[in-house]
Antibody, heavy 120, light 107 residues
């Protein structure tokens, strides 16, 4: 069964950094684009960032551009999100999601989410 | 950036009803649109991709239609398990964007 498992969430102070990981199993990881999607408590879904299967292209929401970096290690079947200069409004559940294609696509597999809380 | 406007934000319906949710895009997204179902405390689940293609394992009472700037999700014959929040998402271009969500409640 294809599975995505996020880790790395937690409590961090404003201005701090955190790195999220998403481990994939039972799929040809490097074949698919991957994204991070977040959801603040009681709010809707917000797309955050995406990376192509080859890692040749990356994309970011304006709200995180310049502060977040997305990367992947296809040899380890793992996706990362490096989050710097964190703000209170970055507090959310962060989901990793697999796209149906190598560059983009609907998200057919989601992780269970990892909670990030930015607070002093 | 493409804005997705989803309506209604809340929908009250009964078991057995037929309901429709609409998403309007600020510019053409062709058919590059997905629909998701989310239940409290759970990750979203893909229902429809490419505007009208049913994801494997999703009941046939879910259907999608439309293209360009207006797409719809229809649920025919609501079941108790269908009461949840629904989101549309365009993946025509980056940044991908989601609609605000429609909470489907039991009347």
């Amino acid at each position: 069964e294809v599975q995505l498992v996020e880790s790395g969430g937690g409590l961090v102070q404003p201005g701090g950094s955190l790195r999220l990981s998403c481990a994939a199993s039972a799929l040809t990881f490097g074949t698919y684009a991957m994204s991070w999607v977040r959801q603040a408590p009681g709010k809707g879904l917000e797309w955050v960032s995406a990376i192509s299967g080859s890692a040749g292209s990356t994309h970011f929401a304006d709200s995180v551009k310049g502060r977040f970096t997305i990367s992947r290690d296809n040899s380890k079947n793992t996706l990362y999100l490096q989050m710097n200069s964190l703000r209170a409004d970055d507090s959310a559940v962060y989901y990793c999601a697999k796209a149906r294609g190598p560059d983009s696509g609907a998200f057919d597999i989601w992780g269970q989410g990892t909670m990030v809380t930015v607070s002093s | 950036d493409i804005q997705m406007t989803q309506s209604p934000s809340t929908l009250s319906a009964s078991v057995g009803d037929r309901v429709t949710i609409t998403c309007r895009a600020s510019q053409s997204i062709s058919s590059w649109l997905a629909w998701y179902q989310q239940k409290p405390g759970k990750a979203p689940k893909l229902l429809i991709y490419r505007a009208s293609s049913l994801e494997s394992g999703v009941p046939s009472r879910f259907s999608g239609s439309g293209s360009g700037t207006e797409v719809t999700l229809t649920i025919s014959g609501l079941q108790p398990d269908d009461f949840a929040t629904y989101y549309c998402q365009q993946y025509n271009s980056y940044p991908n964007t989601f609609g605000q969500g429609t909470k489907l409640e039991i009347k």
